[in-house]
């Protein structure tokens, strides 16, 4: 027989567990008789905007996620090897098939890669071949080429980041110059020619028309110190562009950063304190940009832009895309 301390615990869990089960059904009970209101869906009506209930930080990690999950790289199925992200701002999908990349608008019209066919001082260059290692980390692949070349993806909204890391200086070739600059060459795969812009600092690709679809710009290169470097384009044939880097007195590793991203818009008549893009308007491949101080006395759609008399008139640009172009309608 069980001693009586034992029994009396027993007995005040049996009567506890009642007592739990009893309160359950009330409160069952009780929400079947008021059932609480849905909760409140809130309408967010700008993009710094914080939904109630959570912290900016939280708002802020949960917007990070999701974007980072709109633009992660995925494996192509039946292509081993494969890969491909997609970009919602820019509209395009970028296959990597393990030589370089390719993109192409949702729209078609065009297609558009670049492939790393080497790198080194002069005319003296190391080929680039064989097949890379290959890590993803959500918006984020690279090409492993060898101990000195690695090649990096970021997708993201501002479009492709397209990067190269050099972990050590190559060795220059017998008879190289000292003055010779560190070049990458570049092989352009796809529908689109490049042309070095005026400055040298970025390369347009332009379609058979000759309208600009992209630009690959935004060239910054630094070194281990956080130095900035010298560096430009040049260009060498419709299928190749050099990338010319000055590292003389750098500190290795090197890090080479372009992005391509499509044409910006640009108005018919710009000019100084203009306000172009100080209000903009999307929707889907249409977009209105004011400039609320452009002096025109035009007035209506397309009028006259030559007679700049009305100073602060102000005027509105109507852009739309077609195959992942965009032109200036009105």
Same mark, same amino acid.
């Given at each position: ?23 359950? /059904? ?17 309408q967010l009506t700008a993009p710094d905007q914080v939904p109630d209930g959570l912290a900016q930080s939280d708002w802020q ?19 081993? @090897? @494969? ?10 999908? #970028? ?15 065009? #297609? ?100 600009? =679809?992209? #630009? ?28 010319? /880097? ?30 172009? @893009? ?8 249409? =977009? ?12 209506? /759609? ?29």
């Amino acid at each position: 027989m069980k001693p009586l301390s034992v029994r009396r615990r027993a007995l005040s869990v049996v009567l506890l567990s009642a007592v739990l089960s009893e309160l359950a /059904v009330t409160q069952w009970a009780r929400a079947e008789a008021h059932p609480r209101p849905p909760g409140r869906l809130q309408q967010l009506t700008a993009p710094d905007q914080v939904p109630d209930g959570l912290a900016q930080s939280d708002w802020q990690s949960i917007r990070a996620a999701y974007e980072a999950g709109r633009h992660a790289f995925q494996p192509i199925t039946g292509e081993p @090897g @494969g890969w491909q992200a997609e970009n919602p701002g820019q509209q395009w999908l #970028t296959t990597f098939d393990g030589r370089g990349f390719l993109a192409k608008p949702q729209s078609g019209g065009w #297609t558009w890669g670049l492939t790393l066919q080497s790198y080194g001082f002069g005319d003296q260059q190391q080929a680039i071949g064989g097949t890379p290692g290959v890590r993803t980390t959500g918006p984020r692949l690279a090409y492993h080429w060898n101990a000195t070349v690695q090649e990096w993806f970021v997708n993201d909204q501002r479009g492709l980041e397209h990067g190269f890391t050099l972990s050590a200086r190559p060795a220059p070739a017998a008879g190289a110059a000292s003055a010779d600059l560190l070049a990458l060459h570049l092989s352009v795969r796809g529908t689109l020619r490049p042309r070095v812009s005026a400055d040298a600092q970025g390369v347009e690709f332009h379609d058979a028309t000759g309208a600009t =679809v992209l #630009t690959y710009a935004g060239l910054l290169v630094w070194d281990a110190n956080g130095t900035a470097l010298p560096a430009h384009f040049a260009a060498s044939g419709e299928q190749m562009v050099r990338l010319l /880097v000055d590292e003389r007195g750098a500190r290795y590793p090197l890090t080479i950063d372009p992005i391509a991203q499509q044409a910006y818009l640009k108005a018919s008549n710009t000019g100084a304190n203009d306000q172009f @893009g100080r209000s903009v308007a999307v929707a889907g491949d249409t =977009v209105v940009v004011g400039a609320l101080g452009e002096a025109s006395a035009a007035t209506g /759609v397309n009028g006259t832009q030559a007679d700049n008399t009305a100073g602060g008139a102000g005027a509105a640009y109507v852009f739309t895309r077609s195959a992942g172009v965009w032109t200036q309608q009105a």
